[in-house]
């Protein structure tokens, strides 16, 4: 019977460079971990939206529980809602909340009004000219087209303009 004996060297020495076959993977060093508040909103249509925010950061819907109104039960949506929210970090109870929407203010709808009514008469100016344009080009005594028909659409043009 031969003994075996196992014998483990220490060296000093630069590790060895690494087999061909081996995996290596970048690495990163974590300069600053972000608190993260988590909370659950509910909005006037019964839905729930489980919504984290970053220190420093704006808050973001991570997810969205939607109300079912083809069934009257409708009692899970709070539970899985509530449950996202704890599996993301959120400590019981989770904060609730109800969303909020803002309303514009009459300016802001005066503005907005304003733009679209510009670009409408834009197109409308724009298909007019497309209009004339087509009527003058292919009227080589092919079309009806007649003086009176181009001072009928030049007014039109001039009040579009002026609106």
Request: proline share 4%; glycine share 6%.
């Amino acid at each position: 019977m031969t003994e075996q004996s196992n014998k483990v060297e220490s060296t000093d020495s630069a590790p060895e460079a690494a087999p061909a076959n081996s995996f290596s993977a970048p690495t990163a060093k974590i300069v600053k971990i972000l608190k993260k508040n988590i909370w659950i909103e509910g909005d006037f249509l019964g839905d729930k939206h489980v919504v984290v925010q970053y220190e420093g950061m704006e808050p973001f819907t991570y997810a969205s529980f939607y109300y079912d109104y083809a069934y009257t039960s409708n009692a899970g949506i709070r539970d899985q809602a509530n449950a996202l929210a704890v599996s993301l970090g959120a400590t019981e109870p989770v904060q609730q909340r109800n969303r909020e929407f803002g309303f514009p203010e009459k300016e802001e709808v005066d503005l907005a009004l304003r733009l679209l009514k510009s670009e409408l008469q834009k197109d409308k100016l724009v298909s007019m000219l497309k209009l004339a344009k087509s009527h003058i080009e292919g009227g080589q005594g092919q079309s009806d087209f007649s003086i009176e028909k181009l001072d009928d659409l030049l007014k039109e043009v001039e009040e579009a303009m002026r609106k």
